[in-house]
Structure formats: structure tokens, C-alpha cells
């Protein structure tokens, strides 16, 4: 499941957020990074503890809450904190599973990671290089969005982010937990959306057949669902 979510950002708030943080203090990643992903990491986090970095992500949850499709590919229950990394020059990440369960900042809360994003704050003619690669069943793939889109992907996903070779990569990233634990269930779930959504489209959502399809939905969030 690699899901591109467009537009979560617009343009204006990619720039205000690029203003804030070319200005930002940054520190050493590794510091972040868990013990069998820390020889593999090189790059730059903003401190999880700042006040810019609060006050960004949470810009970044306010519109992933008003982003329809992301809500409905994620179905979320629990979303971290968004963080803000840079990779410069000669930057990577090598391969690496994330962490399974992850805690809440500065509080005893735990959540399982089911998906992880990656929110992409340059635009591709910025950097060479530095694509995030994610290996699934199907192989392997290379992403790098336009600023302001989202890749969404499963967190059991061996990936990578490859050498910047020029310039720099600035993005959010983060985990959640989704209300739908199986993978393929929540894969199910989001096909059946879009299919009404795009059902919508074509008739209102007072068709019989928009109503029938939404009530099956619902039905199936009802017994699928973690609350």
C-alpha cells in the first residue's frame, strides 16, 4: 500500500513553512534514530521540542483532518507529532524498518505504527537525488512529490532515503495508527471510498445506489474498526 496524497499543503503554506524553517536550528538525526537504524542515518532533525516545530505540526495536522482523501486512505486513530528533517549534500538514510510501537513525546502515550508518511517540503528540481525508496511485494519504488504532496506507505515497508547528490531535501514525516489494523482490509475500505466518491460524482449522494454503497461502508467500518 503506497498511497500519494496531493495537496495537502498549498503552495503559500509550503513557502511559509520553507521561511520558518531555512531559519530554524537544526541538529544531528541520529540523535533520533533507534539503535539498529542509527549507522544507517545521516541528516538533520528540527528538535521535536521546539516551539517552531509544535506549532508547524500541528499546522500539518490541521490540514491532514481537513485533507478527505488522506482520512480516508489512513483512516486514522492516532497520529505522532509531525518532525521536520533535511538532508543535505552527501545525506542519506540507508534501508530500515521503523519502530513498531512509538511514544508520544514528553508523554507515556503509545501508539503501533501501521502507516508512515513522508510530506514533502521541496520541490523535485531542488535537490538531486534523495528519493525515498520503499520495497514491497511488488518491488521496489522511488518516490519524490511535488512540495506540499504526502506519500502514505505501510510501516512494516523496508525503505530508504537515497544520497542527496546536490542541493537540499526538506520534509515532514511521521506515524500513525490506523482505526483499520490489517493492511489489506484498510486497502479494501479506501478502494470502496474512492468508488463512491467517484459514484458521487456522477449522480448526488441521495442515489440509491450511493446510499446502498455508503451503508455497506459504514457496516464494515462498524465491525472492522478500533476505537
Do not use: C
Not at 516545530?53 to 490540514?63: P, R, T, W
Amino acid at each position: 500500500m503506497i498511497i500519494p496524497i496531493p495537496a495537502v499543503l498549498s503552495k503559500d503554506q509550503v513557502t511559509q513553512f520553507r521561511r520558518h524553517l531555512d531559519q530554524a536550528n537544526w541538529q544531528d538525526g541520529s540523535l533520533t534514530a533507534g539503535a539498529q537504524a542509527l549507522s544507517q542515518k545521516q541528516n538533520r532533525q528540527l528538535n521535536v521540542d521546539s516551539i517552531l516545530a509544535q506549532q508547524l505540526g500541528d499546522k500539518v495536522l490541521s490540514a491532514l483532518a481537513r485533507h478527505s482523501m488522506f482520512v480516508s486512505a489512513a483512516l486514522p486513530l492516532k497520529i505522532l507529532p509531525p518532525m521536520f528533517n533535511r538532508y543535505d549534500s552527501g545525506d542519506h538514510y540507508g534501508f530500515h524498518v521503523d519502530n513498531a510501537i512509538r511514544i508520544v513525546p514528553g508523554s507515556s502515550i503509545r501508539l503501533r505504527s501501521d502507516l508512515s508518511a513522508t510530506l514533502f517540503l521541496s520541490e523535485p528540481n531542488e535537490y538531486q537525488g534523495g528519493e525515498l525508496e520503499i520495497e514491497d511485494s511488488y518491488g521496489r519504488h522511488q518516490v519524490k512529490l511535488a512540495a506540499g504532496d504526502l506519500i502514505l506507505y505501510s510501516s512494516t515497508s523496508l525503505h530508504r532515503v537515497r544520497a542527496v547528490e546536490q542541493g537540499q531535501r526538506t520534509s515532514a514525516f511521521f506515524w500513525l495508527q490506523s482505526m483499520i489494523r490489517d493492511h489489506e482490509q484498510r486497502e479494501i475500505l479506501f478502494d470502496l471510498d474512492q468508488s463512491i466518491q467517484s459514484l458521487t460524482q456522477l449522480h448526488d449522494n441521495q442515489h440509491s445506489d450511493v446510499v446502498r454503497l455508503s451503508s455497506s461502508y459504514h457496516k464494515l467500518i462498524r465491525q472492522l474498526a478500533d476505537t
